[in-house]
């Protein structure tokens, strides 16, 4: 029998109306789980609507031909990553999922395109690109306020995070869970941290998402049209863990439910690469906030 982590929803139009109690609120859910859930993100339910159509159509396609949009070499960074890659950090067996990354587009000679590779984008499906590339603009600006009330909470200048996350290394995953045999175990996506900065999770339409609290799972529950936000360990790693990165996973549902998929995308809102995270609080050293990110894929084996 699994419990609800006790999550209240906040209004993310607070940040603006009254960022003092914006901070008191995210700080709190923050400091407590790890997680919030946020109402009144301002992502229009038909930007989710076009990605969710998008990938289902992508995912739909033969095996092989979504292989052509495999990258070599790049750690998943754009385009497929087929299903049985992605092992979390020190679990023995593969999740259940495959996936598509979206990077941010740079305009031609940025200085971080050698951190932060071209997109690409499935030609059989050709509405993807601008459904994907909306959804990433609204995560993005939704991830931005939510960093205002954080800053405001770790008494810093509401604007702190703005020049660190500036043209940031965010990627927004469009995740695809097929349906699972009935014999199935019961883990679809394994016990992990983020790597980035915060996590914006929306869309998933089946229930699945857990985060662990005192040696206990509890199911993380968002109400429609809600968004779920959780701390990375580069924030973690700069608040000298007062914002924890939780552990979460992704359950298999009932027999009932395990002929159906299961979609998801969460955004994984990153620093720019050259931005030298430089903790606030303990006594983890400098990194680059590229230098902390090829360490974590070679340990998640994307690289
Ligand atoms: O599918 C989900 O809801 C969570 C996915 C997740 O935690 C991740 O991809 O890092
Ligand atoms: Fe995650």
């Known amino acids: 029998m699994t419990r609800f982590a006790d999550i209240a929803p906040i209004p993310l139009t607070q940040v603006e109306e009254d960022l003092a109690a914006a901070a008191a609120a995210f700080g709190d859910s923050f400091r407590r789980t790890g997680f919030a859930v946020v109402s009144g993100h301002g992502v229009p339910d038909a930007v989710v609507a076009d990605a969710l159509a998008a990938m289902r159509a992508f995912f739909a396609l033969p095996e092989d031909v979504k292989r052509g949009a495999l990258v070599p ?93 500036r043209d940031g290394n965010s990627v927004l995953r469009l995740l695809h869970y097929p349906p699972v045999s009935e014999d199935a175990g019961p883990i679809r996506a394994g016990a992990h941290e983020d790597i980035n900065v915060i996590t914006l999770l929306l869309g998933a339409d089946e229930a699945g998402l857990q985060l662990l609290s ?14 779920v936000c959780n701390i990375g360990d580069m924030l973690q790693r700069f608040t000298g863990g007062l914002l924890p990165s939780t552990t979460h996973r992704v359950v298999n549902p009932a027999p009932a439910r395990r ?45």
Request: hydrophobic content about 40%; overall charge negative.
């Open 73 to 165: 070499g790049q750690g998943g960074a754009r385009g497929f990553t087929p299903f049985g890659v992605e092992t979390a950090k020190d679990a023995t067996h593969h999740d259940l999922k495959e996936f598509w990354h979206v990077g941010r587009e740079l305009p031609p000679g940025h200085p971080f395109e050698a951190f932060m590779p071209p997109n690409i984008w499935p030609a059989m499906v050709p509405e993807f690109r601008g459904a994907a590339l909306a959804l990433f603009d609204a995560l993005d600006a939704a991830g931005r306020r939510i960093l205002r009330a954080v800053a405001v909470h770790l008494g810093l200048a509401p604007d702190a995070f703005d020049d660190p996350c």
């Open 214 to 227: 005192n040696g206990e799972w509890l199911d993380v529950e968002a109400p429609p049209g809600t968004l």
């Open 259 to 303: 002929h159906l998929p299961r979609y998801s995308t969460p955004f994984f809102l990153h620093y720019r690469p050259d931005y030298l995270i430089q903790p606030m609080h303990g006594d983890a050293a400098p990194i680059t906030a590229n230098d902390y990110l090829m360490q974590r894929l070679r340990e998640i084996k994307l690289l």
